[in-house]
């Protein structure tokens, strides 16, 4: 089971996904953006069965599966039910992406049965997304066998902090005795370095690699702001 997370050590993911309402979002397209991505990727990070298909289909490196879903009543969404990650095994991932942050989950299943499901059922290693210090203890004692601080930022109890979480990160290395993971808005090649000299296992790449949607606004709200022939 743990070939796949010793293959990224000291490497770069590339997470490849898009909007549901981008023209990228096609399975097609995220197979491309996948098979370009290994020219120089280790792994690749991937959205939903039938995009983890495709990719299966062009790449043979390791594949951070994951499937996000929204749950009426509930915050977690990455992979929040064992359901949702035998989906993602069966299509093809070598390491199944779960949210281990400290809310409300949907159903009876606590942290610790998902991990253990995907560990028996699946034969697959856990990789737990966090956004504190508090809530990547917890995966850790489960039996997760990597820890990363993809969720920094991104949760209720973060959303006044901004990401990368190399703080979190720091912290993760001085508790955990598993891999950690940096991810989350690790927007160019300087601080993928950091993150590694830091003690980060391996470091996930997304938006700025993959992101055009968002990267395009981001240039032309830039440029139109300061042309004046545009009026803002």
């Known amino acids: 089971m743990n070939n796949a997370i010793e293959y990224l050590h000291h490497r770069i993911i590339v997470s490849c996904q898009a909007p549901i309402d981008s023209p990228l979002y096609h399975p097609s397209v995220i197979a491309a953006m996948a098979q370009a991505a290994v020219n120089g990727a280790a792994g690749v990070r991937i959205d939903t069965p039938n995009h983890i298909i495709a990719v299966r289909q062009k790449v043979n490196v390791p594949i951070i599966g994951l499937w996000k879903q929204v749950i009426d009543g509930y915050d977690v969404y990455i992979t929040p039910q064992f359901r949702h990650a035998q989906a993602i095994a069966k299509a093809g991932a070598d390491i199944v992406a779960i949210d281990a942050t400290q809310i409300n989950r949907p159903g009876e299943e606590t942290l610790k049965d998902i991990i253990t499901k995907i560990h028996q059922q699946l034969g697959k290693p856990v990789m737990a997304d966090v956004d504190t210090i508090e809530s990547a203890i917890a995966p850790g004692s489960a039996g997760a066998d990597i820890v990363s601080t993809t969720l920094?930022?991104?949760?209720?109890?973060?959303?006044?902090?901004?990401?990368?979480?190399?703080?979190?990160?720091?912290?993760?290395?001085?508790?955990?005795?598993?891999?950690?993971?940096?991810?989350?808005?690790?927007?160019?090649?300087?601080?993928?370095?950091?993150?590694?000299?830091?003690?980060?296992?391996?470091?996930?790449?997304?938006?700025?690699?993959?992101?055009?949607?968002?990267?395009?606004?981001?240039?032309?709200?830039?440029?139109?702001?300061?042309n004046p022939y545009i009026k803002n």
Request: glycine fraction near 8%; aromatic fraction near 10%.
């Open 152 to 226: 920094f930022g991104y949760t209720t109890a973060t959303k006044h902090l901004f990401p990368p979480g190399f703080t979190l990160l720091s912290q993760m290395l001085k508790e955990l005795d598993i891999p950690v993971f940096c991810e989350g808005d690790i927007s160019s090649p300087q601080m993928a370095c950091q993150a590694l000299e830091l003690g980060a296992y391996a470091v996930v790449v997304g938006t700025a690699i993959t992101g055009v949607d968002f990267l395009t606004k981001a240039y032309a709200q830039a440029v139109n702001k300061s």
